[in-house]
């Protein structure tokens, strides 16, 4: 294998990083990596009806947000339709491709005459051997590729294996358009080529693909460089991924609370595998990254396994870098911007590190970690739920004046100092110690629900733990 491997990803900008594209970038990225090499990124933007900036700018964002990183600048295959036509013109005067100038009407009656005469519905190739001269004045042709009628075009892939598909069931496709705009088949060759690309990873639906694109580059005179189509995703129904299964772009999975590193992992152990192992850091990742690994079904996508590798992560992560995926989530969920106007107060971003070891501990996503969070920011008096009101009876609300008085005395608002007072108390009352637990963690929180009650003891301070107590006791 050659020392210098260009890898691509070559995304269409109609919509936001779907995530079989986040894949498919991802496995660019880790097999440019464990070879040394560049991955290029190239915007597949010549569908001008179609193709947004707004797109442009989501695919980008969702690369970032995953650390997937290109060289150079991205490219933009619009900007080279004069190359394309270059391209396509070399071809002409080579022989290896021809002007065609039936018009759209007399292509569909061919191709219903094929069906008609149990043929398969292609172009005949009536204009493929006819002398230029005969060309009607006033019409614009497209210009198709001379494909060959015999033998057959390999494609020898690195996931599929051996491809072969007979000549005669590649017709003479476009190459250019009445328009003068290149198909995507050309565009892609030429750019490939252009760009030095040595390997082609991309998904499993493009194999059809593969043998046109061949013929174009025998045609050119250009090596052809080695493929790899990737099995598709699907859902938990077997099912390609869609819109029905829920999120299918990253940067839904950003306001999901899940971790770019947690995406990476899980995204890398869809249709590749090391062994037994599940959790990979980036590096092994990298190091152990190959198309030989790369299985040829389609791989379901589980979104609990995402849910628990996340989990994983969130708990692995250091707090302060935590803080700042979290800060990232907030920007991109419901109430989140309210909340990043609580952090940013001063004080309160020191607090909500102080909480994080406990409250990573019970969340999988940052989502989560936000709903259990939440008692930081709200107000007094706190709304409660319903668990918190069956547990406020009048017995509880007698517990939390009896601690209120207690804990008013403790010295140092450490844990132990705290447990050890909230114990005695339980001991001096005969009371087990979730009795007294529950009514403190509903006046601390609102919630019947919490991380545990002497982190969130902490988080609040002295102050704001007392008057939350105060207000509910009796």
Same mark, same amino acid.
């Given at each position: 294998?050659?020392?210098?491997? +260009?890898?691509?990803?070559?995304?269409?900008?109609?919509?936001?990083?779907?995530?079989?594209?986040?894949?498919?970038?991802?496995?660019?990225?880790?097999?440019?990596?464990?070879?040394?090499?560049?991955?290029?990124?190239?915007? #597949?933007?010549?569908?001008?009806?179609?193709?947004?900036?707004?797109?442009?700018?989501?695919?980008?964002?969702?690369?970032?947000?995953?650390?997937?990183?290109?060289?150079?600048?991205?490219?933009?295959?619009?900007?080279?339709?004069?190359?394309?036509?270059?391209?396509?013109?070399?071809?002409?005067?080579?022989?290896?491709?021809?002007?065609?100038?039936?018009?759209?009407?007399?292509?569909?009656?061919?191709? #219903?005459?094929?069906?008609?005469?149990?043929?398969?519905?292609?172009?005949?190739?009536?204009?493929?051997?006819?002398?230029?001269?005969?060309?009607?004045?006033?019409?614009?042709?497209?210009?198709?590729?001379?494909?060959?009628?015999?033998?057959?075009?390999?494609?020898?892939?690195?996931?599929?294996?051996? +491809?072969?598909?007979? =000549?005669?069931?590649?017709?003479?496709?476009?190459?250019?358009?009445?328009?003068?705009?290149?198909?995507?088949?050309?565009?892609? +060759?030429?750019?490939?080529?252009?760009?030095?690309?040595?390997?082609?990873? /991309?998904?499993?639906?493009?194999?059809?693909?593969?043998?046109?694109?061949?013929?174009?580059?025998?045609?050119?005179?250009?090596?052809?460089?080695?493929?790899?189509?990737?099995?598709?995703?699907?859902?938990?129904?077997?099912?390609?991924?869609?819109?029905?299964?829920?999120?299918?772009?990253?940067?839904?999975?950003?306001?999901?609370?899940?971790?770019?590193?947690?995406?990476? =992992?899980?995204?890398?152990?869809?249709?590749?595998?090391?062994?037994?192992? #599940?959790?990979?850091?980036?590096?092994?990742?990298?190091?152990?990254?190959?198309? !030989?690994?790369?299985?040829?079904?389609?791989?379901?996508?589980?979104?609990?396994?995402?849910?628990?590798?996340?989990?994983?992560?969130?708990?692995?992560?250091?707090?302060?870098?935590?803080?700042?995926?979290?800060?990232?989530?907030?920007?991109?969920?419901?109430?989140?911007?309210?909340?990043?106007?609580?952090?940013?107060?001063?004080? =309160?971003?020191?607090?909500?590190?102080?909480?994080?070891?406990?409250?990573?501990?019970?969340?999988?996503?940052?989502?989560?970690?936000?709903?259990?969070?939440?008692?930081?920011? /709200?107000?007094?008096?706190?709304?409660? !739920?319903?668990?918190?009101?069956?547990?406020? =009876?009048?017995?509880?609300?007698?517990?939390?004046?009896?601690?209120?008085?207690?804990?008013?005395?403790?010295?140092?608002?450490?844990?132990?100092?705290?447990?050890?007072?909230?114990?005695?108390?339980?001991?001096?009352?005969?009371?087990?110690?979730?009795?007294?637990?529950?009514?403190?963690?509903?006046?601390?929180?609102?919630?019947?629900?919490?991380?545990?009650?002497?982190?969130?003891?902490?988080?609040?301070?002295?102050?704001?733990?007392?008057?939350?107590?105060?207000?509910?006791?009796?």
């Amino acid at each position: 294998m050659p020392q210098d491997i +260009v890898t691509r990803f070559a995304p269409s900008p109609t919509g936001f990083l779907h995530i079989g594209g986040a894949r498919t970038a991802l496995f660019n990225w880790l097999f440019a990596k464990h070879h040394g090499g560049k991955m290029l990124l190239r915007i #597949e933007d010549t569908d001008r009806a179609r193709s947004t900036q707004e797109a442009v700018d989501a695919i980008v964002d969702g690369l970032t947000w995953l650390d997937l990183d290109w060289d150079g600048e991205p490219v933009s295959q619009f900007s080279r339709i004069k190359r394309h036509k270059e391209a396509v013109e070399q071809m002409v005067a080579a022989g290896a491709a021809y002007r065609c100038y039936c018009s759209a009407e007399e292509v569909d009656a061919m191709r #219903e005459k094929a069906r008609a005469e149990g043929r398969p519905p292609r172009y005949d190739g009536t204009w493929r051997d006819r002398d230029p001269s005969e060309a009607p004045a006033g019409v614009d042709p497209v210009i198709r590729l001379k494909a060959p009628r015999d033998g057959e075009t390999v494609v020898d892939d690195m996931v599929q294996g051996r +491809v072969v598909i007979p =000549n005669k069931d590649l017709d003479d496709f476009v190459l250019m358009r009445s328009d003068g705009t290149p198909t995507y088949m050309l565009a892609v +060759v030429v750019d490939d080529h252009d760009m030095g690309v040595t390997h082609i990873i /991309r998904g499993v639906d493009h194999l059809t693909n593969a043998a046109r694109q061949i013929l174009i580059f025998k045609a050119l005179g250009w090596d052809v460089p080695a493929m790899a189509h990737i099995p598709l995703i699907h859902g938990p129904d077997g099912a390609k991924l869609s819109k029905r299964h829920g999120a299918t772009g990253a940067e839904a999975y950003r306001a999901m609370g899940y971790l770019p590193q947690a995406m990476r =992992n899980y995204l890398a152990r869809l249709g590749w595998s090391h062994g037994d192992e #599940e959790i990979m850091a980036l590096d092994d990742m990298i190091r152990w990254f190959g198309m !030989d690994a790369v299985g040829q079904s389609a791989a379901r996508f589980d979104f609990k396994k995402l849910e628990n590798l996340n989990g994983h992560y969130m708990r692995a992560t250091p707090d302060a870098e935590l803080l700042d995926h979290w800060k990232i989530c907030l920007a991109h969920i419901e109430g989140g911007k309210e909340v990043l106007g609580w952090f940013d107060q001063p004080g =309160n971003e020191s607090t909500a590190l102080a909480a994080l070891p406990g409250l990573k501990e019970r969340a999988k996503t940052l989502v989560e970690l936000t709903d259990s969070a939440s008692y930081l920011w /709200r107000q007094r008096p706190l709304d409660t !739920d319903e668990k918190a009101d069956k547990i406020l =009876n009048e017995d509880a609300r007698q517990i939390l004046s009896d601690l209120h008085g207690i804990l008013s005395t403790v010295g140092d608002w450490q844990s132990e100092p705290l447990e050890e007072a909230v114990k005695a108390y339980a001991e001096t009352k005969e009371l087990k110690l979730g009795k007294v637990a529950q009514p403190l963690r509903a006046a601390l929180t609102g919630r019947g629900t919490s991380p545990g009650i002497y982190d969130v003891l902490i988080a609040l301070g002295r102050n704001e733990a007392l008057e939350r107590i105060k207000d509910q006791a009796a």
